[in-house]
Structures are given as structure tokens and as C-alpha cells.
């Protein structure tokens, strides 16, 4: 399209088109055809006359499927915005409203589409944009997300006032989804063959009139004839045929039997150039024509090379490739060396052709999948570009031309794409092999390759590619390398800030804060600097958590609703200003779509059991509630109205069928509304005075829809008609209070936990039925969700969470130190929790929780407290990690964590840094701010200690008023607390044996009791040491000091 006289050809060849879109400027236009008949030469024509009457309207996007860059549906929506924004600044702020909420990541990352989508419609509703012209070409290019691009397109066809140009091949997917589209004019060029015939006769003089020199008159007439003769309207036919009359030392006398040689029609003539190769070029010029049919962008011309076996003698030789290519007739061409087809048609033809591909397109990408491999186990090794510093940043670094990355880029970026592009074809005989080497490149050259990701900036590719390859291989390959392949996988997802910031890092940074058991820590053990001596016995594993998100509210009320997609895939939340919705994705994390509320505050939202709607209250006034179903494929509200007062905020509640929807209107009644319909079908109202805590639909045989309310202090089941009527089915009164409530996944049965000490399950069949699970001395519950079909049920509190088996009746697993207030389960086998105080969206791993068979810590760094030493070497540390105390005792050299000693003390309990002793015998004891005593005894055959028994089970008074007395082991037998008084304790049994009061307070905390029960005590003014004796109660002797002060003796 660079040449000026197409360009020239097509504005003269279809003014008349221009005009017609004029005339038409409450239309959308479509222009579709064969390819080769102009439709790119047509729109650039139509661009600059539309640019000469209107040149801050136009806005263009050309798609190409051979360009990464220009084939997906979320790069034409950036490129469109782009040059809106650009001509047009005043509509940034859109573009930085979403800036703002997620930052850059959110216009790249594989959930780009709903933010750009979102960006676009927001610009074009503005009436600034009423004038807008938008242009697309070669949507059939667009491979990617095509369809949602169309379906996009109609949808603001009809919302918007801006107009679309789109040109296309006539495939019948295209043309089914655009007929949909209201308002358009198609113009179809085989329809229009005096236009198209009248331009490709111009772009055929102009092509003969810069014909060499040695063509004399009669020649040039000659061959303008056969041109226009077979040409059959295809612009590009004439293009290659002008081409090979343009090449160097093709003479006058040379025409005629080349245009006898070429012969009419695109394929024809694609053929017969494959049959013109010289012989003994053949067999390169096949191998390149192969890989260039299944590529899936241009490749450089090292990239080719390296791309085919049978090539890569030449991978260091441009010069002779680019002969290779030359001599693969004119179906190819170079440029900025990259290799690319003359046209999106010989893509087509070649991957249709037999002689280019004999063993099928499947088999292609394995050769090209294999080929990768092996030149990625040549040439990946660490520090890629030699760089002396390991700290420098990405951003220090330019591409260095040269290196293996040249030659490697494209093997690095798209084997993954390859090998499950050859997957579909399930050539089982070669699964094996592969397999093999997938293994050894995780086990070998992962951590090379993860650099060389980095250095390519396709860091977001590399974990994207890695959880593709997971998906594929599920089913197919053994534990072992499905294990890999996920230990691979967290390691690039919890190291990916380290990849996009400094790549060396990737071999001391991040391998030395990986699990001692990772997989992929032990292939690469060797790069761990030597000097650098790191080991913690527990940090063993990865943690549960798969991902943090921070900041998703300021605070976490009574009001927080978080809750999964139906499908698992994406996590829905309130933003803390209560405007907006955001969802989430539950594999990596990153913002799929922000939501803003249709009016006013937003008090609750659910998904429609499909998945493609979500239903949001929101409103600011006290009597007027909105209700939006926002429809997702899209992302737009299809549809809003008004419901009377709700209670704020709310529960809401779809029914199994998803055609009706619960909603508590006020403390004692519910709502029920049909959504299609926009109406109210009937209320449910419950015993008066009993606030209602949960609802939600349940499965019942007597009844295809019921409804379970529950109260504060009952249960009950309302049951529909065929007419909607409501009635109670049945209902149990007299119930505790609930705290968190969740119905199965069958909804046969409700699991509540009451009144902060009781979980119990309510089922129903003729009547409500109870079993109780278990009973807690104390326990603060926030939520609860069931779990892995039904055989758990998961809850969170400042306790953590805590997982436990229904019908063994026992916990099951327990994840301390992250106090949550909301939990929700989804069908990927994720947990997601909502934080107490920061309100931080967590993920996390339920296989990973379970695979503990203790309570487990989430890991983070600790503050050390307080610690003491023994005489034997022992050493107990009181420690931090920034939500709750540790205690932990290191026996030689390693650290233990002793968890279990807070089990049965309240929440928050902690252990008192000034409150620590080591005794005979091993014996180790350590004071709880909840008044109690906990002994340890440490247990030779085990090497690690445990809580023997606990002291003070009613709190000691000088622990409860905040006077933390100091612990001492006295004589084999005793255990001596003391602060204001000294207390005698019997070690064995645990018993009160005595007091002993003391005249004086203490000097200080860390005064201790000599084996013959003598201790200093004293008073500041005067300055007098008392010696005193425990066992007579007397004083021994008195000593004076003289308080220094230097501040004084300087009067």
C-alpha cells in the first residue's frame, strides 16, 4: 500500500464509493470479497477522501494475519483508541480512568478486551464522537477474538452514533454475524464490476507505464491486453505478474513466454511459481515455505533457519537465506529481515498444498515444536547478554542485536503454540518422545528460558504459555511431569515481578527465596551463588496462597460480598468506594473488568447461574433501589429498573433456572423477582422480629423451586406454585443465633455456625432435621462456604481458616495468620478470602491446603521479639510476621514452630516477649496474655518439643490485669511466677501450691530467685537494695546505691 500509484488508482477507481458512504451517514458500510480484488487499495482510497472533508474523523486500523500486533480483537480496539486519543486529547480521561484502577498491565494482559472494550464504547458515547468514521480492514484477518470483535461492533452500531467502515473476505461466519447488524449498506465487490474494472484498467497503466525501457510500444500494448484479459478483476494477479516483468535481466523479448508460463487466477498462479523453483533449491525453498505456512508471525531470517531442520547450516548466513527466499518465485519477500508472504491468499494456498505440507498442517508444528527444542537446548544458557552486574534492570537493557536471541526469539516465544497446535492432531506414536523432552527443557533449561522471556519483555507470555501447556498435558503425561510443569508454573507467577524488572535476579533473588522442595529449586541449585548459605526448615513448600491482591477495600464491614464466576474462572468484589464491581481472574490475578455502578452506591451483586450476567443493587436514598443485570460477553447493563427500599446492604439469590431472583427488601421479608419481566412475582415474610440472616434456593422434592430463609432465631422453607404463589413449606424455630450460614453445593442441606461455639447442619425432607459437627469453647466465625463437592466446608474468622470434614466430624486442615471475614469457593478447587483489616483479596490453593497434615502459617517475614538462650545451646524466639506472635525453639540450629500451644485460647492470644524460661531437664516455659502458663518438654527421640501441659487454666490475675510476672523454673519439681507476689506452682501436676508476698516491688523484670530462695528487691528513693528471703520471709541484708544522674553533677 506504499505505492502511490495503487493508492492513486483506487481514489479514482472508487470516488463513487466515497460518496455513496456519505450519502449514507446513518449507515454502517461493509464491503466484502475474494482476495486480491482491492478491498485494502479500496479503503485507502475512501481514507483520504473522507480525510479531505472530515480529517479529524477518520480513525483506521489495518488487520493482518501475519502481524501478532495486528490480528486480535484487543489489538484493534488499542489501535482505534489510539488514534482517537490522539487526535482527540480531550478523551484521555477515559483511557486514565481505567489507568488508574489497574494500571498498565490492564491493556496488555490477556484480559485486555473487556478494559479496551470498556474504554471504547465509554469514547464513543461521548458527543463529541458523534462524528466519528471508523474504518476496519481485512476483519477475516483478525484470528483472534473476531467474533466478539463483530458482535462488539453491532452492538455500538446500534448505542452509538459513530459510523464503522469494515471491509472483509465473503466468508458465510462473517456475513451471518454482520447481516445481524441494523442500519448497514454492504457493498459486495463482485457486484460492483464496472468500478472494480474500471480501477484495476488504471492500476494497469500504471503498472505498464513504469514497465524498463526495453519495452517498446507494441510490447507494453501487448501485455496491458493479456493483462486486462485475465486479470478477472484481482488487483494482486496483475501486481505479480508486473513483478516477475520487473526483475532484473528480464528483457523484452522475455514477455511472452512469461505471460504464457503464468496462467489466471491466484492459486493457479501460486502453483505454478512453487513448480518455476530451480531444482536444486527445492528442497530448502519447500522447507521454508512450510514453516512460513504454519508461522504464527514473520519470522527473521535467523528465526527460519532455526525454524527447520534442513536450514539451520545457514542460521549465521543472512545473506545466502535471503537467496533462499528470493528463489521461492515472488510468493515471498523480505523486509528489515523479515520474512513475510506477499499476501494473506499465499498463506491460504500454502497451507492447502500437498507439496508443501505432505504430512499435514499437525505434523508441521511438531517438526516446528521439535526444532525449538533443540535449538533452545543449544543456545539458552544464563546471563543471555554477558552483562557483568546481575542487578542491572530491563529497562538498563537494549535488545542486543547478535545474541542468541536472534535466533532463539521466536523459538522461546512459540514452541508451547506449536506443540498444542500438534496436540490436536494426537499423534500418540510421538507422544512419548515429546513428552521426554519437555521434561528434560523444564529440568535443563527452564530458568534460561524464563531469562531469555524476560529479555524479550514476555514475561505475561511465558505464564500464560506455561498454564496452556498445564491444560494440554492434563490426562496425557505421568504425575511426575505434571507436578513440573505446576512447580514451574508458581515459580514464574511468584517471581514475575523479578522478570519484569531484573532477569539476573532470576538466579540468586528468586531461586534463593524458593521452597527448599520446588522442583525446579533443585534442577538449579548449582546457580545459587556459593557464598550465599540460605536454609529454613520451614519454608519447605509453596504456601496456599496462590494470589495476593491488595487494596481491593480500604475496610471490610458487614456489607463485603465477594463471590466466584460460575465457572471458576474470575472472582467478583466491591471496590472500597462501593462504585464499582471488579472481577477478578482467579489464575492470575490481574483485573478482568471494572464494573461502575449504574447509580449510586452498590449494596450487592450475583452471577446468573449462566455466567453471562450480573445482577447489581445499587442506589443512595433510602426509598429507591436499582436493580441492572449487566451482560458480560459484552460488557454492557442490558437492562435496569427499579425495586422498592432493600435492605442495605442486601442478600440476593438466583434460583437454580436462573429465571427468578430472592432479594431481602426489609429485616423480615423477602422479595421475589422475575428479571424478564421486570416484576414482582411475591414476598416471603418470616416471623416478626427475626432478622434475616442468609437465603438462598434449595433443592426440594415436593417443590422444583424452594427458598430457605434463614433468621435469627429460626429456620424456614417457602415453596412456588405453578402460579408463583409463595407459601412456608415448614420451619424450625428456637434456633442460636447464626454467624455464617452456606448452603451445599446439591442444596440438600445448610451448614450454620451459631453464636460463635457451635457448628451444626440443618437438612430438610418432610421436616427440618439437625446434626451437630462440632463445638468450640470460642470461636469468632465470619463466613463459611462448602467445598470439593460437599465433603468440606471451609471457615474464616481471626482464627484463619479452617477446613473441616462433615462426616467424620473432625477438622481437616487449618491456615493460621490470615484473619478473614469473607470466603467463597470455586470450581477450579480455590478458596477466595476477603481480608479483615486491609480488605486483601486473597486465592488459594485447596489441594495445596490439604496436602499439610498440620496447621500451616502463610509464610512472611518475622520480626524477632524476644528470645532467650539455654545453658545447653537451645535458643526460643518470640517473633512477628506482622499479624500474630510465633514462638519457636531452635534445636541444633534449626527452628521448630510451636503452633498448637494457642489452639484452645481465645483469639488474639499471644505469647508475653517478657514472660520466657528455660529449666531442667529440657523443660521450657512461656506465659500467655490470656493467663495461662504453657510447659514444654522436649522429646529426644523426635528432636522437637511439645506442650506437655498448660498451667492456670483460670487466668492468673497478674496476667489479666496486664502485669506480666516473670516465669522461673525452681528446684526439679516447681515453676515460680512473680511480679507483685510470688506464686508456687506444682510442675507435674499443674497445681496452685502457694503465695509468698513480697514488701518491695522489683528492681527488675529480669531479677531471678537463687536456688536458696534469696532475691534483690527495693525501692527507687531512697536508693536501698533489699536481699530478701522467700523461704522466711525476712531480710537478709540492705544495700544503698547512689542514683547517678550526669546531667545533675554538671551543677
Known amino acids: 500500500m506504499t505505492d502511490m500509484h495503487i493508492g492513486k488508482a483506487a481514489n479514482v477507481g472508487h470516488v463513487e464509493i466515497a460518496q455513496q458512504t456519505n450519502n449514507v451517514y446513518d449507515t454502517d458500510v461493509e464491503k466484502d470479497s475474494c482476495p486480491g480484488k482491492g478491498k485494502t487499495m479500496l479503503l485507502a482510497g475512501l481514507i483520504t477522501e473522507l480525510d479531505k472533508t472530515s480529517p479529524d474523523g477518520i480513525f483506521y486500523f489495518f488487520c493482518q494475519a501475519a502481524r501478532p500486533s495486528h490480528r486480535t480483537a484487543s489489538n484493534v480496539l488499542r489501535g482505534v483508541i489510539w488514534f482517537i486519543v490522539s487526535k482527540r486529547p480531550g478523551l484521555k480521561s477515559y483511557v486514565r480512568r481505567e489507568y488508574d484502577q489497574a494500571g498498565s498491565n490492564i491493556f496488555t494482559d490477556h484480559n485486555a478486551w473487556y478494559a479496551l472494550s470498556g474504554i471504547l464504547t465509554a469514547i464513543l458515547e461521548d458527543k463529541t464522537s458523534a462524528d ?100 478477472n478483476d484481482t488487483f494482486l494477479w496483475v501486481a505479480l505478474i508486473c513483478q516477475e516483468l520487473g526483475k532484473p535481466g528480464v528483457n523484452n523479448y522475455h514477455s511472452s513466454k512469461i505471460l504464457k508460463r503464468f496462467p489466471a487466477g491466484l492459486n493457479e498462479l501460486y502453483a505454478r511459481m512453487i513448480c518455476d523453483i530451480k531444482e536444486q533449491d527445492m528442497d530448502w525453498c519447500r522447507a521454508i515455505l512450510a514453516v512460513i505456512a504454519v508461522a504464527l508471525r514473520p519470522l527473521s531470517l535467523q528465526e527460519l533457519a532455526a525454524a527447520d531442520g534442513i536450514l539451520t547450516e545457514w542460521v549465521e548466513d543472512k545473506k545466502t537465506l535471503s537467496s533462499l527466499v528470493t528463489s521461492c518465485g515472488s510468493l515471498l519477500t523480505v523486509r528489515e529481515n523479515k520474512v513475510y508472504t506477499v499476501h494473506q491468499s499465499v498463506n491460504d494456498f500454502l497451507r492447502t498444498t500437498p507439496g508443501i505440507l505432505p504430512s499435514g498442517i499437525g505434523q508441521q508444528h511438531y517438526s516446528i515444536f521439535d526444532c525449538s527444542m533443540n535449538v533452545m537446548h543449544d543456545r539458552l544458557h544464563r546471563n543471555l547478554y554477558k552483562l557483568k552486574d546481575s542487578c542491572v534492570l530491563i529497562d538498563e537493557m537494549d535488545v542486543l542485536e547478535g545474541s542468541s536471541l536472534t535466533i532463539v526469539g521466536y523459538a522461546c516465544v512459540y514452541w508451547v503454540d506449536h506443540f498444542c497446535a500438534w496436540l490436536l492432531t494426537d499423534n500418540q506414536h510421538q507422544n ?40 494440554k498435558l492434563e490426562g496425557r ?6 507436578r513440573l510443569v505446576k512447580d514451574a508454573i508458581r515459580f514464574a507467577s511468584t517471581h514475575r515481578t523479578i522478570m519484569d524488572v531484573a532477569p539476573l535476579q532470576l538466579y540468586d533473588s528468586a531461586l534463593i527465596f524458593t521452597p527448599q522442595l520446588s522442583k525446579i529449586k533443585g534442577c538449579f541449585n548449582q546457580e545459587i551463588n556459593k557464598s550465599i548459605d540460605v536454609f529454613s526448615p520451614n519454608f519447605q513448600r509453596w504456601d496456599a496462597c496462590l494470589q495476593t491482591i491488595p487494596g481491593i477495600a480500604s475496610h471490610i464491614d458487614h456489607s463485603a460480598i465477594c463471590e466466584f464466576s460460575p465457572n471458576g474462572g474470575q472472582v467478583a468484589t466491591i471496590n472500597s468506594n462501593r462504585d464499582r464491581v471488579l472481577l477478578m481472574d482467579a489464575s492470575t490475578g490481574g483485573l478482568v473488568k471494572s464494573i461502575d455502578s449504574p447509580g449510586g452506591r452498590l449494596h450487592g451483586f450475583t452471577f446468573h447461574p449462566s455466567g453471562d450476567h450480573l445482577v447489581t443493587l445499587s442506589g443512595d436514598t433510602e426509598d429507591e433501589t436499582k436493580l441492572a443485570i449487566f451482560h458480560l460477553p459484552n460488557g454492557e447493563y ?32 423477602v422479595d421475589i423477582w422475575n428479571t424478564a419481566s421486570e416484576t414482582k412475582i411475591d414476598s416471603c415474610h418470616t416471623m416478626s422480629g427475626s432478622f434475616i440472616r442468609y437465603i438462598s434456593w434449595i433443592h426440594i422434592l415436593s417443590h422444583p423451586k424452594a427458598l430457605l430463609i434463614l433468621g435469627a432465631d429460626d429456620i424456614s422453607i417457602w415453596g412456588l406454585d405453578t402460579r408463583h404463589q409463595t ?32 457448628l451444626v447442619l ?11 459437627i462440632a463445638r468450640f469453647d470460642y470461636k469468632n466465625v465470619y463466613d463459611a462456604s462448602w467445598v470439593a463437592d460437599d465433603r468440606l466446608i471451609a471457615l474464616c474468622g481471626d482464627f484463619g481458616i479452617e477446613l473441616w470434614d462433615l462426616e467424620a466430624k473432625r477438622l481437616e486442615a487449618q491456615l493460621r495468620g490470615d484473619h478473614a471475614k469473607i470466603i467463597c469457593y470455586g470450581r477450579n478447587r480455590q478458596l477466595a478470602s476477603l481480608g479483615v483489616q486491609n480488605g486483601t483479596l486473597k486465592i488459594w490453593s485447596l489441594d495445596t491446603i490439604l496436602s499439610h497434615s498440620e496447621p500451616t502459617t502463610q509464610q512472611s517475614a518475622s520480626i524477632v521479639k524476644a528470645f532467650i538462650t539455654s545453658p545447653n545451646g537451645k535458643i526460643a524466639v518470640i517473633s512477628n510476621n506482622g499479624k500474630f506472635d510465633m514462638l519457636s525453639i531452635a534445636v541444633d540450629d534449626i527452628f521448630h514452630h510451636l503452633p498448637k500451644t494457642l489452639q484452645n485460647s481465645p483469639p488474639g492470644s499471644y505469647y508475653e516477649t517478657e514472660s520466657l524460661a528455660f529449666g531442667h531437664d529440657d523443660y521450657f516455659a512461656v506465659a500467655t496474655n490470656s493467663g495461662a502458663i504453657d510447659v514444654f518438654k522436649f522429646d529426644h527421640d523426635t528432636g522437637l518439643y511439645y506442650c506437655e501441659r498448660r498451667i492456670g487454666e483460670d487466668p492468673i490475675r497478674e496476667f489479666i490485669r ?33 503465695k509468698v508476698y513480697l514488701p518491695y516491688r522489683f528492681l527488675d523484670h529480669r531479677s531471678t530467685i537463687t536456688a536458696d530462695g534469696r532475691i534483690a528487691v527495693g525501692k527507687e528513693y531512697p536508693q536501698v537494695v533489699v536481699i530478701w528471703d522467700i523461704m522466711c520471709e525476712r531480710k537478709r541484708s540492705v544495700l544503698t546505691y547512689k542514683f547517678y544522674n550526669p546531667v545533675l553533677e554538671r551543677f
Not at 506480666?964 to 516447681?974: A, D, K, M, S, V
Open 132 to 231: 466519528c468514521i471508523i474504518i476496519i480492514d481485512a476483519l477475516d484477518e483478525c484470528i483472534e477474538g473476531r467474533e466478539k470483535l463483530i458482535g462488539y461492533i453491532s452492538q455500538c452500531s446500534i448505542s452509538c452514533n459513530a459510523k464503522w467502515v469494515i471491509s472483509s473476505r465473503n466468508w458465510p461466519e462473517i456475513e451471518s454475524q454482520l447481516d445481524a447488524t441494523q442500519s448497514q449498506v454492504r457493498l459486495q465487490l463482485e457486484l460492483n464490476h464496472a468500478s472494480i474494472s474500471n480501477a484495476v484498467l488504471k492500476f494497469v497503466d500504471s503498472k505498464i507505464d513504469r514497465l524498463n525501457s526495453t519495452y517498446d510500444r507494441a510490447n507494453r500494448a501487448r501485455i496491458r491486453k493479456h493483462l486486462l484479459d485475465n486479470a
Open 432 to 471: 512419548s518422545f515429546c513428552y521426554t523432552m519437555i521434561t528434560q527443557f523444564f529440568q535443563n533449561k527452564y530458568l534460561y528460558w524464563l531469562e531469555a522471556m524476560s529479555l524479550l519483555r514476555c514475561t505475561s507470555e511465558a505464564i500464560k504459555a506455561m498454564q496452556r501447556l498445564e491444560d
Open 477 to 482: 503425561v505421568s504425575e511426575e511431569l505434571k
Open 638 to 669: 442490558s437492562k435496569s429498573f427499579t425495586v422498592r427500599k432493600v435492605r442495605k446492604p442486601t442478600f440476593l439469590s438466583f434460583s437454580l433456572d436462573g429465571q427468578l431472583l430472592a432479594l431481602v427488601s426489609d429485616y423480615d421479608t
Open 727 to 758: 407459601s412456608k413449606l415448614m420451619s424450625l424455630t428456637g434456633i442460636e443465633y447464626p454467624n455464617a450460614a452456606t448452603v451445599s453445593r446439591d442444596r440438600t442441606c445448610c451448614a450454620v455456625f451459631q453464636v460463635r461455639k457451635e
Open 762 to 772: 440443618y437438612s430438610w425432607g418432610s421436616s427440618i432435621t439437625v446434626q451437630k
Open 962 to 994: 496486664k502485669i506480666y510476672p516473670t516465669i522461673q523454673f525452681w528446684g526439679q519439681e516447681q515453676i515460680i511466677t512473680y511480679g507483685s507476689a510470688i506464686k508456687f506452682w506444682d510442675l507435674k501436676t499443674g497445681k496452685y501450691l502457694r
